[in-house]
T-cell receptor, first 112, second 114 residues
Framework: GNSVTQMEGPVTLSEEAFLTINCTYT??????LFWYVQYPGEGLQLLLK?????DKGSNKGFEATYRKETTSFHLEKGSVQVSDSAVYFC???????????FGQGTTLQVKP | EPEVTQTPSHQVTQMGQEVILRCVPI?????FYWYRQILGQKVEFLVS????????KSEIFDDQFSVERPDGSNFTLKIRSTKLEDSAMYFC????????????FGSGTQLSVL
């Protein structure tokens, strides 16, 4: 079945450091790919998405490119801020009903 | 931005008791979901609900689980006889239409079964 694998956390960075959170997937067909973010005490929020190969999703300085050849959707940001501290979830759509399959989440902590 | 609201934020119950987790999806949304996350594990799909019926459910969603949309605004998840392994964070989500893949999530209910 379809699945998503994320790099283990937690990831601890200093402010203004470069961020990469790896995400790879296994899927039949061509799912859409997503990054969701969960700030402390809040629900999961859509950060960005890509719907087909080579698409780049971007939002708030974060980017991820849908790479079909490597089945990856790595999240990157050039310069993180303390306010980016959160849990980041990679996910793919599974079927037409809106069901998402998530990775296990990666905790990011950014220190001043 | 509109929000999905979940109550309570924390629920503690004894093993074997029934619990009802409540969600108020965004008002004009048509598709509703429950997910859960056991501590340290992945967020797992439980069930999707559309047009007043279950459209898909996972293996986790056995006979002990049920969902209901009793009054057009609330969307509830009932666990009939809780087990220790039901302890998890439960997330409700909704979306507006079949063409839009964006799900809106609530902040979750942390269920602890003792």
């Amino acid at each position: 079945g379809n699945s998503v694998t994320q790099m283990e956390g937690p990831v601890t960075l200093s402010e203004e450091a470069f961020l990469t959170i790896n995400c790879t997937y296994t899927a039949t067909g061509y799912p859409s790919l997503f990054w969701y973010v969960q700030y402390p005490g809040e629900g999961l929020q859509l950060l960005l998405k890509a719907t087909k190969a080579d698409d780049k999703g971007s939002n708030k300085g974060f980017e991820a490119t849908y790479r079909k050849e490597t089945t990856s959707f790595h999240l990157e940001k050039g310069s993180v801020q303390v306010s980016d501290s959160a849990v980041y979830f990679c996910a793919l759509s599974d079927g037409e009903g809106g069901k998402l399959i998530f990775g296990q989440g990666t905790t990011l902590q950014v220190k001043p | 931005e509109p929000e999905v609201t979940q109550t309570p934020s924390h629920q503690v119950t004894q093993m074997g008791q029934e619990v009802i987790l409540r969600c108020v999806p965004i008002s004009n949304h048509l598709y509703f979901y429950w997910y859960r996350q056991i501590l340290g594990q992945k967020v797992e799909f439980l069930v999707s609900f559309y047009n007043n019926e279950i459209s898909e459910k996972s293996e986790i969603f056995d006979d002990q689980f049920s969902v209901e949309r009793p009054d057009g605004s609330n969307f509830t998840l009932k666990i009939r006889s809780t087990k220790l392994e039901d302890s998890a964070m439960y997330f409700c989500a909704s979306k507006g239409d079949s063409g839009n893949e964006k799900l809106f999530f609530g902040s979750g209910t942390q269920l602890s079964v003792l």
